[in-house]
């Protein structure tokens, strides 16, 4: 009964399997996010919108492709877009078989809601972290992205 004290092991994670899973949290702060978007645009609307704005018109394969999802999942949200009048689908000169899809002026005034609502949300968060903390934050994760 009077044996001796098991041992305690301490776990040492790496720099790099800590960072990983600190990445996972990222999910929630996304989730947070997407709460303050408005009723008629999930976050996978936003992704698409955002991605036209960011690289342009573009066929459909290729706005599936820079999302890294199946074009089934892409056609659907843009069927969904298309209706709410935030993107048009004009013929492609090049292959009259295809469609370009580009923003419509409602589409870049949804996209301004989204950033200022995004903004509004991440103020509150952050409110007391310093300019100086964000600022950081903001070159390390661009910079994480860049390596990817």
């Known amino acids: 009964m009077g044996g001796r004290p098991v041992p305690t092991q301490t776990t040492r994670t790496t720099p790099h399997e800590e960072l990983a899973r600190r990445l996972t949290g990222i999910g929630a702060v996304k989730r947070e996010l997407a709460r303050n978007l408005p009723a008629d645009c999930p976050p996978g609307t936003a992704a698409v919108l955002t991605v036209l704005d960011r690289h342009g018109e573009m066929r459909l394969s290729r706005?599936?492709?820079?999302m890294a999802v199946d074009i089934s999942v892409t056609s659907r949200h843009?069927?969904?877009?298309?209706?709410?009048?935030?993107?048009?689908?004009e013929?492609?000169?090049?292959?009259?078989?295809?469609?370009?899809?580009?923003?419509?002026p409602a589409g870049r005034a949804l996209l301004t809601e989204i950033g200022a609502r995004y903004s509004a949300a991440l103020?509150?968060?952050?409110?007391?972290?310093?300019?100086?903390?964000?600022?950081?934050l903001n070159t390390l994760l661009a910079r994480l992205r860049s390596s990817f």
């Open 63 to 66: 706005l599936a492709d820079l």
């Open 91 to 104: 013929p492609d000169p090049g292959d009259g078989r295809c469609r370009i899809l580009r923003l419509t």
């Open 78 to 89: 843009v069927t969904h877009i298309t209706a709410r009048g935030w993107i048009e689908r």
């Open 123 to 136: 103020e509150r968060a952050l409110h007391d972290w310093s300019a100086q903390d964000i600022d950081v």
